[in-house]
């Protein structure tokens, strides 16, 4: 019998990265599909949406105490996502820019 | 890519974070979030920067499935990624302001709804672009243009949906005193985002030279 795909063809280190992406995406719907009974119960209730914002002079001070924590998290994650990025364009980079150095010496030595 | 745009447009982006947060320090505490509004000012940034990188996404991804540019193709791979990053950003910082707003880290509301399947879309972008093989970039280029077809929905989804999100048309009626970090912070993250944008398609382009290089040298 004539088989559809032919796995042959592709890599061992590929069919295992492909699997490997494959059995995340599975966990991440089986928690999807757990999570999902629970989703009514996560809605707040009796609250609606703020229809514009209203500036106001101080803040209760037993307030500021749990929101600043949060605000400085969300401030470090967002510069702890762009230099890491950033970085690793970086990396990327340098790596293949050493590759290309590699590659024009090849091409030179086999021109002369 | 031009490469004397990235340490112009770094440069740019740095006065801007350094600024961001006087002018953010500065604004007045909002009367019903109180102090964790603040969070607003990043957290709708990022979407920002994110939605230009989509859109660039979905024009290079549209200019190499009709015109068969290759350069297109490249810039819609580093537009796919930088729109992953910011995305990042704000499904975290959204969370951090929700846990104190809402009660709850999580909520399937429309727009944490939307926002999460767009960012899983332009996931499995770069899944395919990584694991596809040959011919996968003209189905991820297909993806791409779903993605940008995606922003519309996004934008107006608590405008037309019942959700517990605060609703973008909040943002065009802001104070001058709310406005003036936002709109600063926005153009920090959108310079940031074109900053990203040129470097990762100067990697690619790199990369594309030496593929060209490599068959160059098997030829011989």
């Given at each position: 019998?004539?088989?559809?795909?032919?796995?042959?063809?592709?890599?061992?280190?590929?069919?295992t990265v492909?699997?490997?992406?494959?059995?995340?995406?599975?966990?991440?719907g089986?928690?999807?599909?757990?999570?999902?009974?629970?989703?009514d119960?996560?809605?707040?209730?009796?609250?609606?949406?703020?229809?514009?914002?209203?500036?106001?002079?101080?803040?209760?001070a037993?307030?500021?105490?749990?929101?600043?924590?949060?605000?400085?998290?969300?401030?470090?994650?967002?510069?702890?996502?762009?230099?890491?990025?950033?970085?690793?364009?970086?990396?990327?980079?340098?790596?293949?820019?050493?590759?290309?150095?590699?590659?024009?010496?090849?091409?030179?030595?086999?021109?002369? | 890519?031009?490469?004397?745009?990235?340490?112009?447009?770094?440069?740019?982006?740095l006065?801007?974070f350094?600024?961001?947060?006087?002018?953010?320090?500065?604004?007045?505490?909002?009367?019903?979030?109180?102090?964790?509004?603040?969070?607003?000012?990043?957290?709708?940034?990022?979407?920002?920067?994110?939605?230009?990188a989509?859109?660039?996404?979905?024009?290079?991804?549209?200019?190499?499935?009709?015109?068969?540019?290759?350069?297109?193709?490249?810039?819609?791979?580093?537009?796919?990624?930088?729109?992953?990053?910011?995305?990042?950003?704000?499904?975290?910082?959204?969370?951090?302001?929700?846990?104190?707003?809402?009660?709850v880290?999580?909520?399937?509301?429309?727009?944490?709804?939307?926002?999460?399947?767009?960012e899983?879309?332009?996931?499995?972008?770069?899944?395919?672009?990584?694991?596809?093989g040959?011919?996968s970039?003209?189905l991820?280029?297909?993806?791409?243009?779903?993605?940008?077809?995606?922003?519309?929905?996004?934008?107006?989804?608590?405008?037309?949906?019942?959700?517990?999100?605060?609703?973008t048309?909040?943002?065009?009626?802001?104070?001058?005193?709310?406005?003036?970090?936002?709109?600063?912070?926005?153009?920090?993250?959108?310079?940031?985002?074109?900053?990203?944008?040129?470097?990762?398609?100067?990697?690619?382009?790199?990369?594309?030279?030496?593929?060209?290089?490599?068959?160059?040298?098997?030829?011989?």
């Open positions: 019998m004539q088989r559809l795909y032919d796995m042959s063809a592709v890599p061992r280190e590929r069919t492909v699997r490997r992406w494959a059995l995340i995406a599975l966990c991440v089986c928690l999807g599909i757990l999570g999902a009974p629970t989703a119960a996560a809605q707040p209730t009796q609250q609606s949406a703020p229809d514009g914002f209203v500036p106001m002079d101080d803040v209760p037993e307030e500021q105490l749990p929101a600043a924590p949060l605000l400085a998290a969300a401030y470090i994650v967002v510069w702890v996502i762009a230099i890491g990025y950033l970085w690793t364009i970086w990396r990327r980079l340098g790596s293949v820019e050493k590759e290309l150095a590699d590659a024009m010496r090849r091409v030179d030595t086999d021109g002369a | 890519m031009n490469k004397r745009a990235f340490p112009a447009l770094i440069g740019l982006s006065v801007f350094g600024v961001a947060p006087i002018l953010i320090v500065r604004a007045p505490n909002e009367q019903e979030m109180g102090l964790i509004q603040k969070i607003f000012y990043f957290h709708f940034a990022s979407w920002m920067a994110m939605y230009l989509i859109l660039v996404l979905g024009i290079s991804s549209a200019l190499f499935l009709f015109r068969r540019k290759p350069s297109a193709d490249r810039l819609a791979v580093a537009a796919a990624e930088a729109a992953v990053v910011f995305g990042l950003m704000g499904l975290i910082t959204g969370p951090l302001w929700a846990v104190k707003s809402w009660g880290w999580w909520t399937w509301d429309a727009r944490t709804t939307m926002a999460m399947i767009l899983l879309i332009l996931v499995a972008y770069l899944i395919l672009r990584a694991y596809g040959p011919g970039d003209r991820a280029a297909g993806l791409g243009m779903f993605a940008m077809a995606n922003l519309p929905f996004l934008y107006v989804s608590t405008e037309i949906w019942r959700t517990i999100h605060p609703p048309s909040v943002v065009p009626q802001l104070p001058v005193d709310f406005g003036l970090p936002l709109w600063w912070s926005v153009a920090g993250f959108i310079v940031l985002c074109l900053a990203l944008l040129t470097a990762r398609a100067r990697l690619e382009e790199e990369r594309a030279t030496l593929d060209r290089l490599y068959l160059a040298l098997e030829d011989e």
